[in-house]
């Protein structure tokens, strides 16, 4: 077998968030805006709390269509979903340590 290169990582670099944690972070702040349990928001959204928990903590890739089931839980439409998460995701970025 060959040798494995490695690729540098720039520690000058912005590292940006994924677009599920910023998704995430995202339900999760109007859950408790809305002062919702996780167990409440998952029941009527049709999923598990330990899903919506990895959802709100950025760990799932959820589908468009449970996105839309969180959101619709939490009275949000997709699409004032997906500005928030662009406005978060055009947002000042963390330098890489």
């Not at 290169?5 to 702040?29: M, N």
Request: charged share 30%.
């Amino acid at each position: 077998m060959g040798e494995v290169i490695r690729f540098p990582r720039p520690t000058d670099r912005p590292v940006e968030p994924l677009w599920r944690e910023a998704a995430g972070e995202e339900l999760r702040q109007e859950r408790h805006r809305n002062e919702r349990t996780l167990s409440d928001v998952a029941q009527q959204a049709g999923i598990s709390v330990q899903y919506l928990s990895e959802v709100e903590r950025g760990r799932k890739e959820p589908s468009s269509e449970v996105l839309a089931a969180v959101a619709g839980a939490l009275g949000l439409r997709m699409a004032d979903l997906t500005l928030r998460v662009a406005r978060r995701l055009h947002g000042p970025v963390c330098l890489a340590a």
